[in-house]
C-alpha cells in the first residue's frame, strides 16, 4: 500500500506516506475515495508504531524547519497551538468529525491537505522527556 521495501527508515516511511497520501486524498483527487485515504493512514500509524517501540528517540524524519512552519500554520490556519493539533490526531472521536461536512471540518480537512495529513509534523520532545524545559521560565512577582 505505502511501496516500501522490507528494510525502511522512518524517513523512508515518512515519505512514501505522504505520497500515498496525497493521492488519494479525497479534497485532492476527486476520483479516490475516503477508505483509501484512511486504510493507508491506518497502515502508516502501524508502521510508525511498530519503528517507535523499536527506537523511541526517532524524530521520524522532521526537520526543526519543517517543525516550525508546521507550528506557525497551526496557529495561524487554525489558531491553535501544533501541540493541540497532534493530540487532536490520535482522539479516535476527532477523527470521526473530521468525515463530516461542517464548516470547521472542511477547514481542518484542506489544514491537512496541505500540512502532511495525519502524520505526526512535530519532533520527539527529548529534552522534555529528560526533564528539562525547552522555554524559559516565567517569573512571578510575590505580593506583599
Known amino acids: 500500500m505505502l511501496g516500501l521495501s522490507s528494510s525502511f527508515n522512518s524517513l523512508d516511511l515518512r515519505q512514501a506516506y505522504l505520497k500515498s497520501a496525497k493521492l488519494c ?3 485532492l483527487n476527486r476520483h479516490s475515495n ?27 524524519g522532521i526537520t526543526a524547519q519543517e517543525e516550525l512552519s508546521y507550528r506557525e500554520a497551526c496557529e495561524e490556519w487554525l489558531g491553535v497551538s501544533a501541540d493541540v493539533v497532534e493530540e487532536s490526531k490520535k482522539c479516535p472521536m476527532f477523527r470521526d468529525w473530521l468525515q463530516g ?7 481542518w480537512n484542506s489544514f ?8 505526526p509534523m512535530l ?3 527529548s529534552a522534555l522527556l529528560e ?10 512577582r510575590r505580593r506583599r
Do not use: N, W
Not at 461536512?101 to 477547514?107: G, N, P, Q
Not at 491537512?112 to 502524520?119: E, N, T
Open 101 to 107: 461536512t461542517t464548516d470547521a471540518a472542511i477547514l
Open 25 to 27: 486524498h479525497p479534497d
Open 34 to 60: 475516503r477508505h483509501d485515504f484512511h486504510a493507508v493512514t491506518e497502515a502508516y500509524e502501524l508502521l510508525l508504531g511498530h519503528r517507535q517501540e523499536m527506537d523511541p528517540d526517532d524524530d521520524l
Open 123 to 125: 519532533r520527539t520532545p
Open 131 to 140: 526533564g528539562a524545559s525547552t522555554q524559559p521560565r516565567k517569573t512571578r
Open 112 to 119: 491537512f491537505a496541505l500540512h502532511g495529513g495525519m502524520a
